[in-house]
């Protein structure tokens, strides 16, 4: 089967011309760069978060972020056509090295600061990650790219791999703040390679597809989205992902706090978890999305992401073990990074240029952390009322995993109808 595969997969990439192909294997050690960066950082700032403020004040901080994020995808929609994706990259990756250093600087001197560090940190991945696949989409025909969607998102899972293995072995000797200074070589090594991806696909020549709406970007991307059902189930989709995930990663977070109080032991923990993680993502996103799509097709492949997590739920709220609600967490995890990253990218595949760059903005950044807030004010609203959370979390998850299959029920026939006019054009 995996000869096979990988015979399919050079059959695949061998359609491709040199151009598209050096353009391929930069956005791939793009992808490996940015899930590495965020492995390395991503231990650390949680864990320091819970030891300044506790797991009781994440909602708070997923709060936090909408703002920041209004602020970043207004920008973002309303500079690209002025200024073209190279440009916008440049300037990003200027702004997020940059403050990961000043952060690593005065966090051991202001621990408070790992308040604004976890929101900074929670926003700035998701753009990376929407200039990455905007502009894969906007350059290579991933409708011909059957194979290529597990093997990107695969090689970004390795790169998850390797980044988790810095907290996990250096944080207790280093210091988990320092784990924030190698934001700057990995984010310098991203440039260069995203640089030349953008050089051989055009970048700049993208710009000029980009409508220059007449009032915010933000507004435009929204009013994209609003005209479009098949941009409203997708907007559904990512609603739905990111309230399972937000509530999990809030039980699981409290559950963890209380059972592992150091700071370090408990950095070293989590880089463990996300290590299993990443581990689990990579074989998913080489193999077992392949599997899945091929032999049980698109449609059931979305199904089967929320019955998955639905059971998990199910079994934590019949069983409430830490081990069972790791488990959860590792599920919900690995199936966002995985599965539900590259089924998800494939519904974008029939849209316009402007849909892929500006409504995307909006979906993935925005509305992706936004969830996360309307989530968290439910959470603080529950621990007004409630001596313990977590047993009405549980069923509410159930009831999302629910609600999350009906919508792919109806939503799917929309792509196939928008597959079925991409195909007579």
């Known amino acids: 089967m995996l000869s096979k595969r990988w015979a399919l997969f050079k059959e695949e990439f061998g359609s491709y011309s040199k151009i598209e192909r050096l353009f391929i294997f930069a956005a ?11 492995s390395t950082i991503r231990p650390a700032a949680n864990s320091l978060f819970l030891h300044t403020f506790t797991a009781r004040a994440l909602p708070y901080a997923w709060i936090a972020t909408v703002p920041l994020n209004f602020l970043l995808v207004s920008l973002y929609s309303a500079l690209l ?22 952060f690593a600087t005065l966090l051991p001197i202001f621990p408070t600061l790992s308040f604004p560090f976890y929101v900074w940190k929670e926003v700035y991945i998701l753009l990376m990650f929407q200039q990455l696949w905007s502009l894969i989409h906007a350059t290579v025909n991933l409708k011909r790219a059957r194979y290529l969607y597990g093997v990107i998102f695969g090689i970004g899972g390795i790169g998850s791999i390797c980044g988790s293995t810095l907290p996990t072995f ?18 310098a090594l991203l440039l ?3 640089l030349r991806a953008a050089r051989y696909c055009g970048a700049d020549h993208l710009a000029a597809s980009l409508e220059r709406p007449k009032r915010g970007g933000l507004s435009h991307g929204i009013k994209l989205i609003a005209s479009s059902r098949f941009l409203i189930f997708i907007l559904l989709l990512v609603v ?22 150091e700071t370090d ?10 290590g299993m993680i990443h581990t689990i993502t990579v074989a998913l996103q080489f193999i077992g999305s392949y599997f899945l799509i091929r032999f049980i097709g698109l449609k ?6 929320p019955v998955i997590l639905g059971a998990c739920a199910l079994s934590f709220a019949f069983v409430p073990a830490f081990a069972l609600l790791t488990l959860s967490f590792v599920a919900v995890k690995t199936l966002d990074f995985s599965l539900f990253g590259v089924v998800k990218e494939m519904l974008y595949i029939p849209l316009s240029t402007d849909e892929k760059f500006r409504a995307k903005a909006v979906i993935d950044i925005f509305a992706y952390r936004s969830s996360k807030a309307v989530a968290s004010l439910a959470i603080l609203g529950l621990q007004l009322v409630l001596p ?25 026939r929309h792509y196939q109808t928008l597959m079925q006019v991409e195909a007579r054009s």
């Open 265 to 274: 032991l408990r950095t070293a923990f989590a880089g463990k978890v996300m």
């Open 28 to 38: 791939m050690i793009c992808g490996f760069l940015i899930c590495a960066e965020y």
């Open 388 to 412: 313990d959370v977590h047993p009405l979390l549980t069923w509410t998850l159930i009831g999302l995993t629910f609600l999350w299959g009906i919508s792919i029920a109806f939503g799917m």
């Open 81 to 102: 056509p002025k200024w073209g994706p190279r440009r916008v990259f440049f300037t990003t990756i200027v702004l997020i090295a940059g403050g990961n250093f000043a």
């Open 192 to 194: 260069f390679f995203y």
């Open 300 to 305: 059931n492949t979305h199904f089967s992401i």
């Open 240 to 261: 739905f992902m990111q309230l399972t995930s937000t509530i999990v990663d809030f039980q699981f977070s409290d559950y963890l706090e209380s059972r592992i109080p």
């Open 170 to 187: 250096f944080a207790v000797s280093m210091g988990s703040e320092s784990m924030l200074f190698f934001s700057l070589p990995i984010y």
